[in-house]
């Protein structure tokens, strides 16, 4: 703060003169006011003189126009800027005393001029408003007066919409009902009290009027009397409308006085009116007679009939009544006629009511047809009739059997279904045919449903000749017979097996299976030799199946036969149709062909037999004797087998079982079955595959061992190491490459069995160990700034040193770093100079081998950063003591350091390190000195060259107090009063 002080010396018995200096002082506009034309403004200032004053406007510094060429030094006069005033934000105010140029001040700063204005923005252009519609005008301005809007059209005035409203920027418009159609229309508006200030629509709208177009009816319509027709219309109005009925083109009537305009009105037409085929429809606006149309052409309103039913489509049956349906709006009688085909085919009725309805049978010989019509006529004007609009169908009454219809076969004593198809209501009759005559009667009467249980009399005798008859209980002439003959079955025995050429095994089990259609229990013998031998069961369910466990007392024979009768009439059975055999034998069950068994593996041969020795089993290959799998073994029906492990694979071995006391009696495998040897079959790596040195990969293989196995590595045909020396034989090993192998396309994998290395298996070809790098960051879309440090990420298997350059656009930029620690990891501080763009990728290599590389998946974007100052950028005033906000704008991420400068040089720290948040609060000094030439620069605290000055100066005023009067050469009279101005 500056400090001043007064002295004051009085020198007694002397006289002096004191002289203060006239000033003038402005205050307003002083500099930072926005002043708008069109509006009174007061400009204010002190001063100290008594003449008048002159009060000029200054532009960029320049002399621009007298205001006042002299008023009143009271220290204020009222200044109405005129409309057409530059715009500027460089005006200053100079007061000046009228009887001394040297006394006179200017506005401290520039202060700005900004123009009145108004903006319309609806209707601006494109708009299409009805007339009749309430519509809102729009519009933008900074003044305070009301407005006046006009309605021009082709440039030309012609009418007010509002001749004085606020100017609150809307207004709602009426626009007349009968304003006509026009696209050149446009709006004005004007302020009422300044008429330069104005704005026009930018293009022209559209008015579409009102109008109404009848579309129907339009001319050529045919319209029953007493009918309901719709009149339709288009329209664009809210209004009602009136419909009108002319005749002749001459008013008749008022169809309805008032009706909405919703384009639609059901007409019940007057039985009152008379025919005619010169009618139109007139629609006219309720609210303006002027807006009408009237139908393109005359229609017509007649006398009608009209057919409802039938009227195409329907199906009607003979002997079935039916309604015949239309509507008319004659009073004498109608008669009715059918036609089939287009052409007559008889009179229904010569004379009924036109009532609109009735009933007609419809006689059984009609012949069915799907071209009738129907056709009916005024019986007093041949000209007023109606056909029906489509054919119609007349089918016969007729009933379809589907049950037994032909084929089947059903056995008597059970129940069956009869099924048909009909069209009829009445019941049914059925009947039983034989041979073509009647043979009984089924139901004499049953509903005509479609189905009837016949439950089959057990004594009806057997024969294919049967055939079912259904007949309509009311007409015999409606029937139908089976198509063909079915048959009926009577009650029967037949045995299935034994039934001649078998040959079983006496002491085994066996099963003797019948078919029959009985319900009684049966009895089961035993012949041979055509004569009775033994009863193998008295009384058994007819269920067509017994279990005989066949004696070993019983002889062997090729003469048995059985014999199976009903135990309720022996005069039903069978016997087998030929002999069978019982005898001792052997019958080799497993292996007995298609098996697969494994060597090494434990297996069970089975057998079946009938004698009480041992037996020898035999392997047999190719058909020849390969080996002995027992010499003698109990004849059990069951030997486990431990196939040897060396036994070769074959599919062509088969066993053979021999009696020990008879060889002739014996069994071989009724076909080959399979051996496999053991074996290993590699499937992973099996070739082409490309591992990573240092990853972890899944060996994979088949085989059929049960112990384990080894792995072996070979490369270039040649063993290399082992992978495992023994892991369980399940298929596959996780294996952990190590990092010591050398990169190579030549390897291959081998499995063998570690109790027989002769089974073993190769990959199919080589597969690769190769090294790998592979870029995780930056890897694309990431954004990263010049002048700060990143981290490069990648991840590789390899042991050297990698280099990392910069590519861009695809092509080398750069070197990052040429050579780097294969760790995955490297700090980038990103040189300021580096050019902004999108379309930078990295590139890692290994140092070592130039081959093994990776790049960025995508390209990322490297930016430069930048700081723009926007507060204080030039031209304001802020006091010294005083808190200000400093606001910039930046894409950073560091934080910036905030200085002041003076006159272009640096004066002091605002911030040393502040958040790149855009705004910081200042305590300006209250120390600070005035002046006029301060800027901001503000800079990232990572990159001086990222750095912005305030566009131009801003003033800074210190706090201070200024003696005005006296203030040097005054003439002051001692012992007079005087006031001290500061």
Not at 681 to 708: C, K, M, R, Y
């Amino acid at each position: 703060m500056k400090k001043y002080q007064t002295y004051l010396f009085i020198i007694l018995l002397c006289s002096f003169n004191v002289f203060a200096q006239s000033i003038i002082n402005i205050t307003s506009p002083n500099g930072g006011e926005s002043w708008q034309t069109g509006l009174e403004q007061t400009i204010t200032w002190s001063d100290n003189i008594t003449e008048d004053v002159k009060i000029d406007l200054y532009k960029g510094g320049v002399f621009d126009s007298e205001l006042f060429a002299s008023t009143f030094s009271d220290g204020s006069k009222f200044w109405t800027i005129p409309v057409g005033t530059a715009p500027g934000s460089d005006y200053k105010i100079k007061l000046t005393s009228v009887d001394s140029s040297n006394i006179f001040d200017f506005s401290d700063a520039d202060f700005t001029i900004f123009p009145s204005v108004i903006t319309i923005s609806t209707p601006n252009g494109g708009e299409s408003w009805q007339a009749g519609t309430l519509q809102p005008i729009i519009w933008t301005d900074n003044i305070t007066e009301n407005v006046l809007i006009e309605l021009y059209k082709g440039g030309l005035f012609h009418s007010i919409i509002e001749s004085s409203t606020d100017s609150d920027g809307r207004r709602n418009w009426n626009i007349s009902f009968a304003l006509e159609s026009g696209s050149d229309y446009s709006v004005k508006i004007t302020s009422v009290d300044n008429p330069g200030i104005f704005d026009f629509s930018d293009t022209n709208f559209t008015i579409i009027d009102n109008e109404i177009t009848v579309t129907l009816p339009n001319g050529g319509e045919d319209w029953a009397i007493e009918s309901v027709q719709n009149i339709t219309w288009t329209d664009n109005f809210v209004d009602n409308v009136e419909i009108q009925l002319f005749k002749s083109d001459i008013f008749h009537s008022q169809i309805k006085n008032s009706t909405e305009s919703d384009g639609s009105y059901l007409w019940n037409i007057s039985s009152a009116l008379d025919q005619g085929s010169d009618y139109k429809i007139k629609i006219l606006s309720v609210a303006d007679n002027n807006i009408f149309d009237f139908s393109d052409a005359d229609f017509t309103l007649s006398s009608v009939i009209i057919i409802t039913s039938p009227n195409g489509g329907e199906n009607w049956q003979t002997g079935v009544e039916q309604t015949i349906t239309w509507s008319d709006n004659i009073t004498e009688d109608v008669k009715i006629d059918l036609y089939k085909g287009g052409v007559f085919n008889s009179e229904l009725f010569a004379s009924t009511f036109s009532d609109g309805s009735k009933f007609w049978t419809i006689p059984l010989g009609t012949p069915p047809g799907s071209d009738y019509k129907i056709k009916i006529s005024s019986v007093d004007s041949s000209n007023v009739f109606d056909f029906s609009n489509n054919d119609f169908t007349i089918f016969a009454s007729d009933i379809t059997i589907s049950s037994p219809n032909g084929g089947e076969s059903w056995q008597a004593g059970t129940t069956q279904l009869i099924t048909w198809t009909d069209n009829i209501t009445e019941n049914v009759l059925i009947e039983l045919y034989k041979s073509g005559l009647f043979h009984s009667l089924i139901i004499g009467s049953t509903d005509s449903d479609g189905r009837r249980n016949w439950s089959i009399p057990f004594t009806l005798e057997s024969g294919s000749d049967f055939s079912v008859k259904i007949t309509s209980v009311d007409n015999s002439g409606i029937f139908d017979f089976s198509d063909t003959n079915f048959t009926i079955i009577g009650n029967q025995v037949t045995l299935t097996s034994p039934n001649g050429g078998e040959d079983w095994l006496i002491g085994s089990i066996q099963n003797i299976t019948w078919t029959d259609n009985l319900i009684g229990n049966v009895k089961i013998q035993l012949f041979k030799s055509g004569i009775y031998h033994s009863q193998i069961k008295s009384s058994t369910e007819s269920d067509g199946l017994y279990l005989w466990s066949i004696s070993s007392a019983l002889d062997q024979g090729s003469d048995y036969k059985i014999k199976i009768l009903s135990i309720t009439d022996n005069d039903i059975f069978d016997f087998s149709d030929a002999d069978f055999t019982l005898s001792s034998v052997i019958i080799v069950t497993s292996p007995n062909g298609s098996e697969n068994w494994q060597a090494g593996s434990e297996q069970v041969l089975t057998w079946d037999d009938n004698i009480t020795g041992n037996v020898s089993i035999e392997l047999y290959k190719g058909g020849l004797l390969h080996s002995v799998i027992s010499s003698s073994t109990t004849s059990d029906g069951l030997k486990t087998w431990d196939i040897p492990f060396t036994l070769e694979s074959g599919m062509d071995y088969s066993i053979k079982i021999t009696s020990i006391e008879d060889p002739g009696i014996f069994d071989i495998s009724d076909a080959d079955f399979s051996i496999i040897g053991n074996q290993v079959t590699v499937t992973s790596p099996n070739g082409s595959e490309n591992w990573f040195v240092g990853s972890s990969q899944v060996i994979n293989w088949t085989d059929n061992l049960t112990g384990n196995v080894e792995i072996q590595l070979f490369k270039g045909g040649v063993f290399h190491s082992f992978v495992t020396s023994s892991t369980t034989s399940d298929g596959f090993y996780n294996w952990n490459i190590s990092t010591s192998l050398v990169s190579g396309s030549d390897y291959k994998i081998r499995i063998s069995s570690i109790f027989n290395g002769n089974v073993f298996d190769f990959s199919d070809a080589e597969f690769t160990l190769s090294n790998e790098i592979t870029v995780t960051s930056p890897n694309g879309a990431e954004a990263w700034q010049a002048g700060n440090i990143y981290n490069i990420a990648w991840f590789d298997n390899i042991t050297g040193n990698v280099k990392i350059e910069l590519y861009k656009d695809g092509v080398f930029d750069s070197d990052i770093i040429s050579s780097a620690t294969s760790n995955g990891s490297f700090n980038w501080d990103i040189p300021a100079s580096t050019v902004d763009g999108s379309d930078y990728k990295v590139k890692v290599t290994s140092v070592d081998d130039t081959s093994l590389f990776d790049l960025s998946d995508a390209d990322f974007t490297i930016f430069n950063g930048n700081i723009t100052v926007s507060s204080p950028n030039g031209g304001e005033s802020w006091r010294a003591g005083t808190t200000n906000i400093i606001t910039w704008a930046d894409n950073l991420t560091e934080n910036v350091l905030i200085e002041l400068y003076k006159g272009g040089s640096f004066n002091s720290v605002i911030s040393t390190s502040t958040a790149s948040d855009g705004s910081k609060h200042w305590n300006t000094p209250f120390d600070l000195e005035s002046g006029t030439d301060y800027t901001v620069k503000i800079t990232s605290v990572n990159d001086p060259g990222i750095s912005d000055f305030s566009d131009s100066n801003f003033t800074i005023i210190d706090n201070q107090i200024t003696v005005a009067l006296p203030n040097g050469g005054e003439n002051w009279q001692v012992e007079s009063s005087h006031y001290f101005l500061d």
